[in-house]
């Protein structure tokens, strides 16, 4: 590692992984090593270029992960890069299920974090989707037919209430579980209130 300070919040999430531990060590030695600030940020180690935020190292059951926060726009020749669902615009993940592997790709993940760290600099900015271009359920629309109120009172909050709805109510495979998410936030949002006000 080069000597980049080491942030001890990131030492103290290192000590307490139980699971990834040295993929999570050895994910943290390669971004040190590119000059990035490590910081701490979502309970996860961040790395940030001037305060932006590059790329986050983090965990789930099955994998470990870098997250690079403008991945959208990186060119990706190796194919690695995932988006995580369908609803995340800029995010993408390199991920890895041991230390192998990240051994393996360490040239690769330098490139990567490298254009990640270029993309910043050149001041490049993801388009994201307008609110209105997220499609709205038909458990939803059902309702607004059966209560045009409802829909008068919906299209009065703002976009970002509205984007946090149509995602919420979209998420469930289940077309009963649609209808609940549905159902429980009438009244609120007949009350002209967000999701999580």
Not at 107 to 136: P, R
Not at 169 to 186: A, D, G, I, M, N
Request: aromatic share 10%; hydrophobic share 35%; proline share 4%.
């Amino acid at each position: 590692m080069t000597n980049n300070k080491l942030n001890p919040k990131v030492d103290a999430f290192m000590d307490k992984a139980k699971k990834w531990k040295d993929e999570y060590e050895m994910l943290r030695g390669i971004i040190i090593d590119t000059g990035l600030t490590e910081d701490f940020k979502w309970m996860h180690p961040c790395y940030t270029l001037e305060k932006k935020n590059i790329v986050l190292i983090h965990g789930f059951k099955e994998y470990c992960a870098l997250l690079f926060h403008k991945g959208s726009l990186m060119k990706d020749p190796e194919g690695i890069l995932i988006q995580q669902t369908e609803n995340v615009q800029a995010a993408r993940q390199i991920r890895f299920r041991n230390a192998r592997q990240i051994a393996e790709m360490e040239d690769t993940l330098k490139a990567y974090i490298q254009e990640a760290i270029e993309v910043e600099k050149a001041g490049l900015k993801v388009e994201f989707k307008k609110h209105t271009e997220y499609s709205i359920p038909e458990e939803l629309e059902s309702k607004f037919a059966e209560m045009p109120d409802l829909k008068t009172a919906f299209e009065a909050l703002t976009p970002g209430r509205q984007k946090a709805y149509l995602y919420y109510f979209s998420q469930p495979k289940q077309s009963k579980t649609r209808v609940s998410r549905v159902e429980k936030y009438v009244e609120q949002i007949l009350d002209g209130k967000g999701l999580n006000d």
